[in-house]
């Protein structure tokens, strides 16, 4: 029983989702979940079908990978045959044409497959497969969704042929049925021991930056100290670990933070510090003119960038605690946030957000606009909003 190698089928990518049958799903490179506008909050996945290439063959084990699932439930049915050809009318179907048949709806699509129907399974990640035999093998996730919970199904893999630890017994332990109460008993160890198997032999893999899956970047992120890093999505942890080793020797200065905060917003940012402000305060009105706008702190930091980059309070707070980690230790920050208008007495810089030179007609059709800037006062209120977000 143990003499064939354990083999796997692996569907993990969009391209694995894209020839399967989906019905109210949507998928990407990450994996599969419930639309969120679909009927009765209901998707249905039905996999492409898996061909061992062996006449009865025996499946060992369905292993899901699900993130978020909050009790959310879903049912998983399997299927398996040697034969995968029915009878209608005299004329032979075969249910690879059921399930690519575009114009036949899923409750007909079930209805042809129940004849090869094995297992059914409720809200189980990892589902034993002994009795289950057959050269091929599908199956079909049916996942709900619930209030604001997203459940992903972000992999499936199918382990065959059939093995157990019961076979290095001697033949009094084995018994005529072949699923006795110590064969399940013991493959709950053994499926222990072959997910730790494969852990350590896909250890190699994980450490790749280019193919390490989002939640082994975040746990590489902590190896450079990055905190939070579940506010970076997939693609900037990448970019993040790629150059981690540069941007580790300058965090904690000047040129680090202007890196860190491109990373984020992938556009560029501009760092004022006290002290470059100090030339321009010989006058009474530039002095009170600077301190209004950037204050009168010494020890005091201001990363401007445009809102563009931020426009959200939600990426305005994430920015905010990513340049709090990796600013100087000493120093305190304000994150000012520039809208691409002028405004007299405000934050308005030159070639940042206030170009001079772009001619606009006034019109009443709807097409064109007066510009708009605020003189006075009213920049006051721009700016404390601003420092507000």
């Given at each position: 029983m143990m003499k064939s190698r354990l083999k796997y089928f692996m569907l993990n990518k969009a391209l694995d989702f894209k020839r399967s049958f989906m019905e109210n799903i949507e998928f990407d490179q990450e994996g599969i979940w419930v639309k969120e506008d679909s009927a009765e909050n209901r998707g249905v996945f039905i996999s492409r079908i898996l061909d061992s290439q062996e006449a009865k063959m025996e499946w060992h084990r369905l292993v899901l990978k699900v993130e978020g699932e909050n009790n959310a439930p879903y049912r998983i049915t399997v299927y398996a045959a040697d034969d995968l050809t029915?009878?209608?009318?005299?004329?032979?179907?075969?249910?690879?044409?059921?399930?690519?048949?575009?114009?036949?709806?899923?409750?007909?699509?079930?209805?042809?497959?129940?004849?090869?129907?094995?297992?059914?399974?409720?809200?189980?990640?990892?589902?034993?497969?002994?009795?289950?035999?057959?050269?091929?093998?599908?199956?079909?996730?049916?996942?709900?969704?619930?209030?604001?919970?997203?459940?992903?199904?972000?992999?499936?893999?199918?382990?065959?042929?059939?093995?157990?630890?019961?076979?290095?017994?001697?033949?009094?332990?084995?018994?005529?049925?072949?699923n006795t109460f110590l064969e399940r008993y013991l493959a709950?160890?053994?499926?222990?021991?072959?997910?730790?198997?494969?852990?350590?032999?896909?250890?190699?893999?994980?450490?790749?930056?280019e193919s390490s899956s989002k939640d082994f970047l975040m746990w590489l992120a902590g190896w450079i100290d990055i905190a939070d890093s579940y506010m970076w999505s997939q693609e900037q942890l990448r970019r993040l670990l790629t150059d981690g080793v540069y941007l580790y020797k300058i965090r904690g200065t000047r040129k680090g933070v202007l890196e860190f905060v491109k990373l984020y917003?992938?556009?560029?940012?501009?760092?004022?510090?006290y002290h470059q402000l100090e030339p321009f305060m010989k006058?009474?009105?530039?002095?009170?003119?600077?301190?209004?706008?950037?204050?009168?702190?010494p020890c005091t930091m201001f990363v401007v960038v445009k809102e563009k980059e931020v426009p959200t309070i939600r990426e305005y707070k994430t920015l905010l605690r990513i340049i709090e980690e990796v600013k100087p230790a000493q120093m305190e920050l304000k994150l000012i946030v520039v809208k691409p208008y002028i405004f007299l007495d405000g934050h308005s810089y030159m070639g940042i957000n206030s170009v001079?030179?772009?001619?606009?007609?006034?019109?009443?059709?709807?097409?064109?606009?007066?510009?708009?800037?605020?003189i006075g006062s009213n920049c006051a209120d721009i700016n404390s909003e601003s420092e507000e977000r």
């Open positions: 029915r009878h209608s009318k005299g004329e032979p179907i075969h249910i690879k044409e059921v399930l690519n048949a575009s114009d036949m709806n899923l409750e007909t699509k079930q209805k042809w497959m129940k004849p090869f129907e094995q297992r059914v399974e409720t809200s189980k990640k990892d589902i034993l497969l002994h009795g289950i035999s057959g050269r091929y093998l599908w199956f079909m996730i049916e996942m709900y969704r619930q209030a604001d919970t997203v459940m992903k199904f972000e992999s499936m893999k199918i382990y065959f042929p059939r093995q157990s630890w019961i076979s290095y017994l001697p033949e009094l332990y084995e018994g005529a049925d072949k709950v160890f053994q499926s222990l021991y072959e997910d730790m198997k494969d852990a350590v032999r896909e250890f190699p893999f994980r450490l790749d930056v917003t992938g556009g560029e940012a501009y760092l004022v510090e006058l009474e009105i530039q002095t009170k003119l600077l301190k209004q706008l950037y204050g009168n702190e001079l030179g772009s001619f606009r007609p006034f019109a009443l059709d709807g097409q064109a606009l007066v510009s708009f800037t605020a």
